[in-house]
């Protein structure tokens, strides 16, 4: 494995065109906050490089719906997003902003490099002009029908019901977000990267050289280095951006995946001097945190931008995240179906630490997880309380009551087998936590922490030193393992507070003030030791770390997460909203074959490895039926039991996940995604049929 004198972490640059929600947290930024942490202390030399995106579609359309200028936007959404992330504790070296004059230098001087260097293609195309808007349309200024999955408002870049990568030209009645006039083609000059240059550099660093990366990124770049590469526009049309820097280029702004990646370049500027050291020297190690959506700018464009340059060093990884759905929805900010940072801190002040702790606990690290109240209140309530917080509780309030408040002296010749056994697990510990986190295992490493105040517990209920201290008359012998048993636990409570710092930081500082030693302590070297806090040291007395969260609280939010969601227009029209294209007509005989029936869901349960499946169990009347059902994001299995459904009887087995479904439920699927089951009125007998 190289070795790396300097580490470089950058967190993807949010649309500075609203707050940040738990989506953003759980994708990218809690996870690079913990590694950046775990190596500040490791004594690593190391910058944690963030900034807001403020050039780009959203922001415009973001300031027209608002009535004011794109500069209004990003002033206002940069400085919420910046206190945001300060309040859950995202330690950036620097918060910048792509506005900056230092980095319109940079984006602009990186872009004429390229442009004197000959690399770009100069090409005259036909683009989408709206003639209301009197105006090019960028691809997000169009919608229309997905060719892919149907969704009638896709954008011209991507469908984000199916994730697909599009291009305007590929969408079904496209019409202009502006006007919503149909679009249609006027020529326009562009400069174009020619990615395809770059494909067989591409495939040699990345499917040759970085094998160990997480699947979901070498398998979505495999992809698209399999499909082959073509040139891209890094230029658009506009008045919103950085100007193109060359003669008769009015109108004319880089494209934002072009400018945001050198954000981080620019970021680095404004923090130091010596910024070159760290994006230009081969001994730095580069890690681009991201989400799913953001891979192939990060392992495809930016680099082979990178390597056009020349100068710059790669990135050694980019373990991108999947996305976090809320209550078995997808995070949609367009209907407010979003858990709002700025609103969480204020509905739970004092408990940052929990929400950090229950993203990571549950992060998207290899599919896309889902985050439900009622899992937020009970690991919380069984997590942090009962297991963390009350094993630190336990052993502080014992010590200052057997131990008068000081740390116990340790007793080596009545050493039992049961210390060495957790002497060796804190140690082991220790090992365990630091390989997950090189491997970007976030979730895993969180676990073993836990589990170690579990094993901490279990020790301390084993032990019983209540018990002994409480006979009639308290030995010296008994005294002394008393003594051996709360060394022990207070040793493991110190290491607990080092391995926690980087997932729970403000609880890693309450414990310090409580055990009153210094924040050096941290270090990482110091884990796994067992003589950390030294015997005959006063302590102070326990706060409670955690507190409970009550049935009350989670209601409200549920209550508050359904009210303030945007509700489809129910009198929605063809001339108000893009429906599904008709399909051609059938005859009565096709539609004869048909045999539709109702049916009873009995029962139902998550398809192991299917985020999207699950597998019910129907009474047809008749007979009983397992069907697989694509809803798993839209329904909880336990909210659909008792359900009446209309069933496609005599349509042929198929096997999903290895499970043979005999049917199909028939759902309704409005503009915005949601799925309604198509049901009688009233009750009516299971096996009916339907016509």
């Known amino acids: 494995m190289k070795e790396y004198n300097r580490i470089l972490v950058t967190a993807a640059l949010p ?22 942490r775990y190596q500040r202390a490791r004594k690593k030399d190391i910058l944690f ?10 922001i415009t359309i973001r300031a027209m719906k608002e009535g004011i200028t794109p500069q209004q936007v990003v002033d206002k959404y940069h400085a919420l997003i910046k206190k945001s992330f300060g309040q859950m504790f995202i330690s950036f070296d620097i918060y910048s902003r792509t506005t900056n004059p230092v980095h319109h230098e940079t ?13 770009f293609e100069e090409k005259e195309t036909e683009q989408f002009y709206d003639e209301q808007a009197k ?15 149907g969704n009638p408002n896709a954008f011209g870049d991507q469908c984000e019901r199916c994730g697909s990568s599009l291009s305007p030209d590929q969408l079904i009645n496209p019409r202009s977000t502006l006007s919503d006039a149909v679009p249609v083609k006027r020529k326009t000059k562009h400069w174009y990267f020619p990615l395809q240059h770059y494909e067989k550099f591409l495939k040699e660093w990345i499917l040759n050289g970085h094998t160990e990366w997480k699947n979901n990124v070498y398998g979505q770049c495999k992809s698209w280095l399999d499909n082959g590469l073509q040139s891209r526009a890094m230029t658009r049309d506009g008045n919103w951006g950085i100007k193109v820097p060359l003669p008769n280029a009015e109108g004319k702004v880089l494209y934002v995946w072009f400018d945001a990646p050198i954000g981080y370049i620019s970021a680095t500027k404004e923090l130091t001097p010596k910024w070159a050291d760290y994006w230009q020297q081969t001994d730095t190690k580069l890690v681009h945190f991201i989400g799913k959506d953001n891979i192939v700018f990060h392992c495809i464009i930016f680099p082979a931008m990178l390597e056009a340059h020349g100068h710059f060093v790669l990135p050694d990884n980019v373990p991108a995240n999947e996305f976090l759905n809320i209550e078995g929805e997808k995070v949609s900010t367009s209907r407010n179906w979003a858990v709002w940072v700025h609103e969480y801190v204020e509905d739970f002040p004092g408990c940052e630490d929990v929400l950090r702790y229950v993203l990571c606990a549950n992060a998207p690290e290899t599919k896309d997880n889902d985050f439900t109240w009622k899992d937020f209140q009970d690991r919380n309530n069984s997590e942090l309380v009962s297991i963390f917080g009350n094993f630190v509780n336990r052993t502080f309030v014992l010590m200052h009551k057997l131990c008068k408040g000081k740390v116990p002296f340790w007793h080596e010749n009545i050493k039992e087998a049961s210390d060495d056994e957790l002497i060796r697990q804190i140690e082991q510990t220790k090992i365990t936590v630091e390989n997950l986190l090189e491997q970007y295992k976030f979730r895993d490493a969180l676990y073993s922490i836990v589990d170690l105040a579990r094993k901490g517990n279990k020790y301390l209920q084993e032990k019983e030193p209540w018990k002994k201290a409480g006979k009639e008359t308290t030995t010296p012998e008994d005294q002394e393992k008393i003594d051996n048993c709360l060394y022990l636990c207070l040793q493991l409570t110190a290491n607990l507070t080092i391995l926690i710092n980087p997932f729970l930081p403000s609880t890693a500082k309450k414990l310090l003030n409580m055990m009153k030693v210094v924040e050096r302590m941290l270090e990482w070297e110091n884990a796994g030791r067992t003589d950390l806090l030294k015997m005959g040291y006063s302590l102070r007395p326990p706060v409670l770390l955690f507190r409970k969260i009550e049935d009350e609280e989670i209601q409200k939010q549920m209550e508050k997460l359904h009210h303030n969601t945007i509700k489809p227009d129910n009198n929605i029209t063809e001339s108000s909203a893009v429906l599904p294209e008709k399909k051609q007509e059938i005859q009565y005989t096709d539609f004869e074959k048909l045999e539709l029936r109702t049916g009873i869901v009995l029962s139902a349960e998550k398809v192991v490895k299917a985020d999207k499946l699950l597998k019910l169990e129907v009474d047809m009347g008749f007979e009983k039926r397992t069907i697989v059902s694509g809803i798993a994001l839209h329904f909880k299995p336990e909210d659909i039991l008792g359900k009446q459904v209309v069933v496609v009887a005599n349509l042929a087995p198929r096997k999903m996940k290895g499970i043979e479904s005999n049917g199909m439920i028939l759902m309704a699927e409005d503009t915005n995604g949601r799925l309604v089951f198509v049901s009688p009125d009233e009750k009516i007998i299971a096996g009916s049929e339907v016509r």
Do not use: M, Q
């Not at 105006?135 to 999955?149: E, M, Q, S, V």
């Open 15 to 36: 649309y500075a065109n609203g707050p940040i929600h738990i989506g953003h947290l759980a994708g990218c930024y809690i996870p690079a906050d913990i590694y950046v």
């Open 107 to 119: 984006a602009s001087a990186f872009f004429k490099k390229l442009y004197d260097d000959h690399i």
């Open 135 to 149: 105006i090019f349309l960028a691809d997000r200024y169009i919608t229309g029908t997905c060719p892919i999955c």
């Open 49 to 58: 490089i963030g900034g807001s995106d403020e050039h780009g579609v959203p």
